[in-house]
Nanobody, 124 residues
Framework: VQLQASGGGLVQAGASLSLSCAVSGERSFRTYYLGWFRQAPGKEREFVSA????????HYADSVKGRFTISRDNAKKTVHLQMDSLKPADTAVYYC?????????????????WGQGTEVTVSS
């Protein structure tokens, strides 16, 4: 199974970006809990958002709550992160992630699969 993230870029504060992650492989996409993490320079990788297997439940870090929206398309095997009202503090490399255990999608140490990362830079 592979995760391929895309959509990063350089934007000004207040702008929006949409990240996407395509999941390929033999295992059924619906068996995965999916999420996004980010890692800023010199900092540890941190949880950003997660979504349940059906998409009915979502979770966000306090720092992005109300600004970011996670969604998934089980037919297209993709997960998306809509990022609005971006701040310079959101600058980081963003990684999509997959797990088969619910609790594992919240911790970078327990994630099963990682995408390659896509860079987001927000200028002030």
């Amino acid at each position: 199974v592979q995760l391929q993230a895309s959509g990063g870029g350089l934007v000004q504060a207040g702008a929006s970006l949409s990240l996407s992650c395509a999941v390929s492989g033999e295992r059924s996409f619906r068996t995965y809990y999916l999420g996004w993490f980010r890692q800023a320079p010199g900092k540890e990788r941190e949880f950003v958002s997660a979504i349940s297997r059906t998409g009915s439940s979502t979770h966000y870090a306090d720092s992005v709550k109300g600004r970011f929206t996670i969604s998934r398309d089980n037919a297209k095997k993709t997960v998306h992160l809509q990022m609005d009202s971006l701040k310079p503090a959101d600058t980081a490399v963003y990684y999509c992630a997959a797990a088969t255990i619910y609790s594992a999608i919240f911790s970078p140490d327990q994630v099963l699969l990682w995408g390659q990362g896509t860079e987001v830079t927000v200028s002030s």
